[in-house]
Each structure stands twice: as structure tokens, then as C-alpha cells.
């Protein structure tokens, strides 16, 4: 909508509700995953995660205070938003509205370039989107790190793209008070050593999921018997990923994200009943990765909670990867993406 104008941080200062305010968030994919919560309602994980923030697929929301309005409304695309995700909205809006200590219901408007619901995380820009538009326009004034607990709320995966490049996502410890946990919990940047990597997207399906990743996080946590020995072994791969993004070791980065993957789904296919979103058209695109492997190039893959392959690799390799997967995904588009910039709002909406 806006991309043209020019933007500022999110954590610049916002002293006065300006009524009104538009902002961009990029998606992320987690290289260390988040899977299950421990708070549902504060939106507080199991486990920490760590993420990439895309250069592609942004989303852009506006929010404008509607003093006259009775209620919010909301669209999604250019079509008036209903059911769950009207109420997704509207409950974030709340905490908003809560905080600023005001009751006006809004007008919001968000575009997003992410095909929802395909496990290509549209929540996360969504939400981080959302966060920044709605938290300008309520004139709350707000720094990455609130920003990032506020986004949590929406969509644990957005609380990591309110940052630009590697983001860790701090679960926090058990807390003695709602409100000590919810402070605990937020992301921040991750230090990286000289790495120039590549995610290449194998979107083998971009239709809706048949489970939310909420719905089947619940269900693996609640009946799962691979949850805890995979939350477990997840903080081991955190402190490893953590020294090689620090290292610049592409090798050791996309192995750890792709035990961590495979492992997380691991969980899932344990749930009672199973969870699988992966499909043969995913398991065609993994078997590509294994040969690029075999032939020495560095590629490695990470699923979500959706048939769609992720696949690390070096930006140099970018070419060579593309040319495998698309081979292998008969049905389906190639896209890839570098790393992204964190969210921001966007100037010339009114002020
Ligand atoms: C598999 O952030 O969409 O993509 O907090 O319930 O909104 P809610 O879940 P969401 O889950 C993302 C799960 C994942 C892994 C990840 O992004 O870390």
C-alpha cells in the first residue's frame, strides 16, 4: 500500500496519539521453533525460538481511531474479516485500547502478501504489523522490546518480527505473577558472525491448513509423549545455533534448524490423535535437499505447520537450490528470500 513512503523505526518516539497510523512487518521463519504454550491466554511459550525475518511477503496495517464507531471493523485483503480471525483482531485491540486507556473502537486495514494460513507465518507480519499501527495510533509510546511483548499477545510468532535479521524469542522463567511473566517474555536481535544466507520458499500448497498451528501447539503439549524430550533437546539446539550464527557456520546452522524441524514434527505425529501437515509433495521437496547435500552444496530444510519447505542455504547457492526444488515441486512456486527488516511505521497517513 505504502511501501513507496518513507519509513522510520518502530521504537521512534511516539509521545501523541496521532488518531491514526500505518505500519509494515516483514514474515519470519524459525530456525529454532516455537511449539507449544504455557499460558494460552498471555500467549507465553514452552520453549524458547529463534527466527529469521524475511525480505519478502509484507504486510501493511492501518489503524485509525474511530471515535464515531460502535465497533471495530476490520479488513483483511479488501474483505470485511469474520469468524475467528474478527475476533483475533478485536481481542488485541482490547489489551490496546486497555492500556491506552481508551474505549473508541478502530477502523484497521491490512494487506498481506503472505498466502494466509499456509504455514508461511502471515500472523507473525500480521500481528507485528498490527501492533506497531495500533499501538502509534493509540498513542502508546512503546520501545522494540514492549512492542515485541505487545505483538506476543496477537501471535507468539510476531513477538520475533518486530526485529530485522536473526530475532530470539525468550520464553522466560516460571514467574511468581501474570505480570512478571509477561515482562520476561519478548525477543531481540541475535548477534550473527559474517553470513550471507538464503531461505528458498517451496510453496507445495498455499491453501488454508486443515489445523491451526494454535489448535495442534494444544494438542501435541496436551497428549504427545515426544513433546517434553523434544522441548528438552530444543534448548540444547538453541545454545548450539546460538555459537554457530555467531560463528558464521552455515553447515551448523541449517543442521540445527532441520533436527529442530523434523523434530518438532516429530511431536506432532505422536499426538493423539496425529498432527501431519507434512505432505508427499514435502517429503519430494526434502529429498531434493538430501541430493543437493550429496552433491556439496550446503541446504537444509524447515517445515511449519503447513506441507512447505524452507530451505537454508547461502545466497551464492540461491541459483543452483531454486533449480532442485523447482524440479521437484510439479504443483507449486519457488520463491526466495534474504533477511529482512524489522517493523516499522510507515510516514504521510494523515499527520
Ligand atoms: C510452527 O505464532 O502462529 O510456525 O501463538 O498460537 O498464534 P500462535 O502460534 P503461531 O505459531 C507458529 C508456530 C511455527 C513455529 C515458529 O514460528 O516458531
Excluded at 474511530?66 to 474479516?81: I, N, Q, S, W
Excluded at 482490547?94 to 478502530?106: S, T
Excluded at 518438532?264 to 529429498?287: E, G, K, N, Q
Aim: with cysteine.
Amino acid at each position: 500500500m505504502h511501501t513507496e513512503q518513507p519509513a522510520t523505526p518502530v521504537h521512534a518516539p511516539e509521545r501523541r496519539t496521532t488518531g491514526r497510523a500505518t505500519a509494515v512487518a516483514h514474515p519470519n521463519i524459525a530456525l529454532i521453533k516455537y511449539w507449544g504454550k504455557r499460558d494460552e491466554d498471555l500467549v507465553l511459550p514452552r520453549v524458547d525460538s529463534l527466527s529469521m525475518t524475511l525480505d519478502i511477503f509484507p504486510t501493511t496495517t492501518g489503524v485509525r481511531v474511530a471515535p464515531e464507531a460502535e465497533h471495530d471493523a476490520v479488513t483483511l485483503g479488501g474483505r470485511p474479516a469474520e469468524g475467528d480471525a474478527l475476533r483475533r483482531v478485536v481481542d488485541f485491540l482490547d489489551l490496546v485500547r486497555e492500556r491506552a486507556g481508551i474505549a473508541h473502537r478502530a477502523v484497521v486495514e491490512s494487506e498481506n502478501t503472505v498466502p494466509t494460513g499456509a504455514g508461511l507465518a502471515s500472523s507473525a507480519s500480521g500481528f507485528a504489523a498490527l501492533a506497531a499501527a495500533a499501538a502509534a495510533a493509540y498513542g502508546l509510546d512503546l520501545d522494540a522490546t514492549d512492542l515485541s511483548r505487545l505483538a506476543r499477545r496477537g501471535s507468539g510468532s510476531a513477538s520475533r518480527s518486530v526485529f530485522g535479521g536473526f530475532a530470539l524469542w525468550h520464553a522466560g522463567p516460571e514467574s511468581a505473577s501474570a505480570a512478571e511473566a509477561d515482562l520476561s517474555s519478548y525477543a531481540e536481535p541475535v548477534p550473527t558472525g559474517e553470513l550471507d544466507p538464503a531461505l528458498v520458499i517451496a510453496v507445495v500448497n498455499a491453501g488454508p491448513k486443515a489445523v491451526s498451528s494454535r489448535a495442534a501447539m494444544r494438542r501435541t503439549v496436551d497428549t504427545s509423549p515426544l513433546y517434553e524430550p523434544w522441548a528438552v533437546s530444543s534448548g540444547q539446539d538453541l545454545t548450539e545455533m546460538r555459537a554457530a550464527l555467531l560463528a558464521g557456520d552455515i553447515e551448523a546452522v541449517g543442521e540445527i534448524a532441520e533436527r529442530n524441524a523434523l523434530g518438532m514434527h516429530a511431536t506432532m505425529l505422536a499426538a493423539r490423535p496425529a498432527v501431519r501437515y507434512l505432505s508427499p509433495a514435502t517429503l519430494t521437496v526434502l529429498d531434493s535437499v538430501l541430493q543437493l547435500r550429496r552433491d556439496g552444496i550446503a541446504a537444509y530444510a524447515t517445515m511449519d505447520a503447513g506441507p512447505n519447505v524452507k530451505v537454508l542455504c547461502r545466497r551464492t547457492d540461491t541459483d543452483r537450490v531454486a533449480q532442485a526444488v523447482r524440479a521437484a515441486v510439479t504443483d507449486g512456486s519457488v520463491l526466495v528470500a534474504g533477511p529482512g527488516p524489522g517493523a516499522r511505521l510507515l510516514h504521510g497517513d494523515g499527520r
